[in-house]
């Protein structure tokens, strides 16, 4: 190797810390140091899936939050207004279920880049559509209904069938994920909430189905039904939460599992700093000696050989 050839690697070496011919420098051991550096990098794709399997948690938490928030109180200020007969009361309590009903379809519309949370596999749709159609679903369902039991069952039939219209008209996602830990907007807890939501929301008298004034359980039962769905709701973001805790256990691990690789995976192809500076000085030096002794002998004529 000319001495260009040895300083261009030698200057390589002391940048990367590693020697560039890992072939020539370990001979017998190249077999180790390859399968210690896929060792690395099994351990960085890993790093980098949990990370973002992580960051998605995080931001289905903060969408979840957000939707539980945007519900407190409702069903406390229905049932007030209901016990006190206080027909402005229950219109305002109405308004704030829709209110909420806002917060928990744009919470539930969250996107990590260019993917929708709550959609399942489609990821590339918002998983569900307008508010203004949910209600105008349940409002119909009311003007159809003879009973209250018979609209009971109608809001049976509409969220909890996967047919109905919940899952195939208002959700737009699959009705599954291949992610196991992925959560779908009509997860049991999430469509309880909303069924509650929906039902008090058309309750306002300027527009109430003539059912609801017949009988005001109907009413009652949709805040009890917010607050169950609430109270699972909780339970769903603990379980998140300990997926959130696996996962930083897991890139704790991680951590002394590269520690220990790198430090296996340095002690084989690493290049002594101090060594290949040195080396480097000494080339840099050989190689200007090089060019002074071409000039001179480039400059080399008879005359000045007889001077």
Same mark, same amino acid.
């Given at each position: 190797m000319d001495l260009r050839s040895r300083l261009e690697t030698t200057s390589t070496e002391l940048v990367t810390g590693r020697h560039a011919d890992l072939t020539a420098h370990l001979s017998g051991r190249i077999g180790d140091a390859m399968l210690s550096g896929k060792v690395l990098e099994d351990l960085a794709t890993q790093r980098e899936h949990f990370s973002l399997k992580g960051n998605r948690l995080t931001l289905v938490q903060l969408a979840l939050q957000m939707a539980q928030d945007g519900t407190q109180g409702v069903e406390v200020a229905t049932l007030d207004a209901l016990a006190r007969d206080d027909g402005p009361a229950l219109e305002l309590?109405?308004?704030?279920?829709?209110? @909420?009903?806002?917060? /928990?379809?744009?919470?539930?519309?969250?996107?990590?880049?260019?993917?929708?949370?709550?959609?399942?596999d489609q990821t590339g749709t918002p998983p569900l559509s307008a508010v203004e159609d949910l209600l105008d679903d349940v409002r119909d369902l009311a003007l159809g209904a003879p009973?209250?039991?018979?609209?009971?069952?109608?809001?049976?039939?509409?969220f909890e069938d996967p047919a109905g219209g919940w899952a195939?008209?208002?959700?737009?996602?699959?009705?599954? @994920?291949?992610?196991?830990?992925?959560?779908?907007?009509?997860?049991?807890?999430?469509?309880?909430? /909303?069924?509650?939501?929906? /039902?008090?929301? /058309?309750?306002?008298?300027?527009?109430?189905?003539?059912?609801?004034a017949a009988d005001m359980t109907i009413i009652s039962g949709a805040a009890e039904t917010l607050s169950g769905g609430r109270d699972a709701l909780v339970s769903r973001r603990a379980d998140i939460g300990r997926l959130q805790e696996n996962i930083d256990n897991r890139l704790s691990r991680l951590d002394v599992e590269?520690?220990?690789?790198?430090?296996?995976?340095?002690?084989?192809?690493?290049?002594?700093?101090?060594?290949?500076?040195?080396?480097?000085?000494?080339?840099?030096?050989?190689?200007?000696?090089?060019?002074?002794l071409s000039s001179r002998l480039a400059d080399l004529t008879f005359v000045n050989y007889v001077r």
């Amino acid at each position: 190797m000319d001495l260009r050839s040895r300083l261009e690697t030698t200057s390589t070496e002391l940048v990367t810390g590693r020697h560039a011919d890992l072939t020539a420098h370990l001979s017998g051991r190249i077999g180790d140091a390859m399968l210690s550096g896929k060792v690395l990098e099994d351990l960085a794709t890993q790093r980098e899936h949990f990370s973002l399997k992580g960051n998605r948690l995080t931001l289905v938490q903060l969408a979840l939050q957000m939707a539980q928030d945007g519900t407190q109180g409702v069903e406390v200020a229905t049932l007030d207004a209901l016990a006190r007969d206080d027909g402005p009361a229950l219109e305002l309590a109405a308004r704030d279920a829709r209110d @909420a009903l806002e917060q /928990v379809f744009e919470a539930l519309n969250t996107r990590h880049g260019d993917r929708f949370l709550f959609s399942g596999d489609q990821t590339g749709t918002p998983p569900l559509s307008a508010v203004e159609d949910l209600l105008d679903d349940v409002r119909d369902l009311a003007l159809g209904a003879p009973t209250p039991g018979d609209f009971e069952a109608a809001l049976d039939t509409y969220f909890e069938d996967p047919a109905g219209g919940w899952a195939t008209a208002i959700y737009q996602g699959t009705p599954t @994920a291949s992610d196991p830990d992925a959560m779908l907007a009509i997860d049991p807890a999430i469509t309880e909430m /909303v069924r509650g939501l929906s /039902v008090i929301a /058309v309750s306002a008298s300027s527009s109430a189905p003539p059912l609801f004034a017949a009988d005001m359980t109907i009413i009652s039962g949709a805040a009890e039904t917010l607050s169950g769905g609430r109270d699972a709701l909780v339970s769903r973001r603990a379980d998140i939460g300990r997926l959130q805790e696996n996962i930083d256990n897991r890139l704790s691990r991680l951590d002394v599992e590269e520690t220990i690789a790198t430090e296996l995976f340095n002690a084989m192809t690493a290049r002594d700093p101090y060594e290949a500076a040195t080396e480097l000085r000494e080339l840099e030096t050989n190689l200007q000696a090089s060019y002074l002794l071409s000039s001179r002998l480039a400059d080399l004529t008879f005359v000045n050989y007889v001077r």
